[in-house]
């Protein structure tokens, strides 16, 4: 499996954006598709949304219209903006992401905290 690295993350206040970032660590991977899942403590863990290989997104009903995903015009980096964030958005985020050269890729996750 490709390492990815997610970034972005870190603690914001209610209303506030992120943007997070996943792209591979070390070497050039070209994206095909991603997902961005997420687990908050205790949860199970939560696909967000998924973007393919023509551009579509599709996103969980609980961040439909405050969370964007979009990616580089290179399809090396995956992005999630996510605005109006909730106290219940706090989870690690995680992306995982299917290759050109039909290789998996994952990473570590970043961690959003959403608190006043």
């Known amino acids: 499996q490709v390492q990815l690295v997610e970034s972005g993350g870190g603690l914001v206040q209610p209303g506030g954006s992120l943007r997070l970032s996943c792209a591979a660590s070390?070497?050039?991977?070209?994206?095909?598709?991603a997902n961005w899942y997420r687990q908050a403590p205790g949860k199970q863990r939560e696909l967000v949304g998924t973007?393919?290989?023509?551009?579509?997104?599709n996103y969980a009903d609980s961040v439909k219209g405050r969370f964007t995903i979009s990616r580089d015009n290179a399809w090396n980096t995956v992005y999630l903006q996510m605005n109006s964030l909730k106290p219940e958005d706090t989870a690690v985020y995680y992306c995982?992401?299917?290759?050109?050269?039909?290789?998996w890729g994952g990473g570590q996750g970043t961690q959003v905290t959403v608190s006043s």
């Open positions: 070390g070497s050039i991977f070209s994206i095909y598709a």
């Open positions: 973007i393919t290989s023509d551009g579509s997104t």
């Open positions: 995982n992401a299917l290759g050109t050269n039909s290789q």
